[in-house]
């Protein structure tokens, strides 16, 4: 891109990589304007609402950043929780993403997501911010993920929860004090007892 170009579009968009078409006001970009701005060839059309520069490069974690930026108020979750803490060798497919159980569910094209209904404090506790190359996630932490996948064992498989649990312990990523605090938030502490005792 030309700097030209580049004049033209404002430099939080431009480090951002993404940006809503509802937060344009904010860098002083209004619907017309972002239209322009597309047949230009200056931002691409990602989805209905959201756009990002030609040229900004691709990370690993741009389909991540992109899900949270088009769902501000969903939070990564279960497998891409377990991807994003680098605690399962599985790459998911589908952005997992935790939404409010009364949620209207997002329409969303791009990326592939798969949304999950949370309630209550089993929704709000546990919730991390990380900067990430293109912006911020939102991701609950590697206890209360651990506690999820027990919680949705059934939707998962319980290997699954398992291999969290031990990748969790082997690779100290937090206390057991951890999992027992959200295994009460998430009524799964009878299920991961056993489990926590066989690897005491």
């Known amino acids: 891109m ?6 033209s579009i404002p430099k939080a968009l431009i480090h951002k990589g993404v940006l809503r078409s509802r937060d344009a006001i904010l860098y002083g970009i209004s619907r017309m304007g972002l239209k322009r701005l597309v047949e230009k ?4 059309r990602e989805d209905r609402g959201v756009y990002r520069i030609p040229d ?6 741009d389909g991540l950043v992109q899900a949270c930026t088009r769902v501000p108020v969903g ?5 891409t929780a377990l991807q994003f803490h680098g605690m399962t ?3 998911p497919h589908e952005v997992w993403m935790a939404i ?3 949620a209207r569910k ?8 798969r949304f999950v209904r949370f309630s209550g404090k089993a929704r709000t506790v546990g919730v991390e911010e990380h900067k990430v190359k293109g912006g911020t996630v939102r991701v609950y932490g590697a206890a209360k993920t651990v506690v999820d996948c027990f919680k949705y064992r059934n939707k998962l498989g319980l290997d699954v929860a398992i291999e969290a649990l031990k ?14 605090k959200y295994s009460r938030v998430c009524r799964v502490s009878n299920v991961i007892r056993p489990y926590l005792e066989a690897l005491a």
């Open 2 to 7: 030309k700097s030209t170009h580049k004049n």
């Open 41 to 44: 060839g200056l931002l691409i």
């Open 56 to 61: 900004s490069s691709v990370s690993e974690q």
């Open 75 to 79: 939070v990564l979750c279960l497998l």
């Open 89 to 91: 060798t599985q790459f």
């Open 100 to 102: 409010d159980v009364w």
């Open 106 to 113: 997002p329409r969303i094209k791009r990326p592939p997501m």
């Open 167 to 180: 990748s969790y312990r082997e690779e100290k990523m937090g206390t057991t004090d951890e999992i027992w």
